[in-house]
T-cell receptor
């Protein structure tokens, strides 16, 4: 079946503009995650959705960042008043939550990412 | 102490050799671990998951989990130049729900 998809694949914007990044998870996956990866760095957790609710927003770097998920499917990450330090690859992942509760953590499958460049 | 730690490398091995990648974790209660491979400019892709103590083999890859010592490793046999990538180790978040904590990754270079 189809994997995780993200759009746009590349986004170039000017400092101060707002951007919206979209993630379409694997069909049937109830958990959705957003990460950020700066050049040469590891994955930085941003936010986790279980269904439409976000029990963990601890990774959002500032109040300029927000995310929503509707219908338990597509998620949008919005960055307001972008800054140059926001330039990074934004990765989305989804998992099925089938194993959780039995002591196992479900595999996360990643989308191709959105490369954001703030000029 | 970070929850999941890896040596950043680079780890350089000759083609055909065994590459050994290691990862340590802090939460003794962790039960699930994952190895992801990430090529430059690409997103992480799952190589293996391991839930039980011992070894798990899949082709040229073997994952090893030692819960007593709190480490997990990935062995790549007959290393190929195409294996050159960054390998990310991930384990469960200790806060009690379905979230993974990723190590910073180990860069592997396989030279002909």
């Amino acid at each position: 079946g189809a994997g995780v998809s993200q759009s746009p694949s590349n986004k170039v914007t000017e400092k101060g503009k707002d951007v919206e990044l979209r993630c379409d998870p694997i069909s049937g996956h109830t958990a959705l995650y957003w990460y950020r990866q700066s050049l040469g760095q590891g994955l930085e957790f941003l936010i986790y959705f279980q269904g439409n609710s976000a029990p963990d927003k601890s990774g959002l770097p500032s109040d300029r960042f927000s995310a929503e998920r509707t219908g338990g499917s597509v998620s949008t990450l919005t960055i307001q008043r972008t800054q140059q330090e926001d330039s990074a690859v934004y990765l989305c992942a989804s998992s099925s939550l089938r194993g959780y509760g039995g002591g196992n953590t479900d595999t996360q499958y990643f989308g191709p990412g959105t490369r954001l460049t703030v000029l | 102490q970070k929850e999941v730690e890896q040596n950043s490398g680079p780890l350089s091995v000759p083609e055909g050799a065994i590459a050994s990648l290691n990862c340590t974790y802090s939460d003794r209660g962790s039960q699930s671990f994952f190895w992801y491979r990430q090529y430059s400019g690409k997103s992480p892709e799952l190589i293996m998951s391991i839930y039980s103590n011992g070894d798990k083999e899949d082709g040229r890859f073997t994952a090893q989990l030692n819960k007593a010592s709190q480490y997990v490793s990935l062995l790549i046999r007959d290393s190929q130049p195409s294996d050159s990538a960054t390998y990310l180790c991930a384990g469960p978040f200790s806060g009690g729900y379905n979230k993974l904590i990723f190590g910073a990754g180990t860069r592997l270079a396989v030279h002909p």
